[in-house]
């Protein structure tokens, strides 16, 4: 099983980034895929799922800002990110939920905010 992720990057306050979160060794389309995001010094976090059944739910922190879409026939998901705050620095993780019992993480990627 893989999640790798990409896409963070150091972009200033206002920007935009895209994070991916490419996977393998698990049935994509059937799991629930999420991002969560560590700051430093604060706990993990919740940002998006895209449910497995096409349902999207955010963080109050995300909402209008960030967008959360899946392409199943490329086992991949994506957080869209617009109107970046320096509040959103963190490294952001990708979940999979295949059944309550099997959940696998990626190794995250650093996205910082900052002028």
């Known amino acids: 099983v893989q999640l790798v992720e990409s896409g963070g990057y150091l972009v200033q306050p206002g920007g935009s980034l895209r994070l991916s979160c490419a996977t393998s060794?698990?049935?994509?389309?059937?799991?629930?895929m999420s991002w969560y995001r560590q700051a430093p010094k604060k706990e993990r976090e919740w940002v998006a799922t895209?449910?497995?059944?096409?349902?999207?739910n955010y963080a109050d922190s995300a909402k209008g800002r960030f967008t959360i879409f899946r392409d199943n026939a490329k086992n991949t998901v994506y957080l869209q990110m617009n109107s970046l705050k320096p509040e959103d620095t963190a490294v952001y993780y990708c979940?999979?939920?295949?059944?309550?019992?099997?959940?696998?993480w990626g190794q995250g990627t650093q996205v910082t905010v900052s002028s």
């Open positions: 979940h999979a939920v295949v059944t309550p019992a099997l959940r696998y």
């Open positions: 060794g698990f049935t994509f389309g059937s799991s629930d």
């Open positions: 895209f449910t497995s059944s096409g349902s999207t």
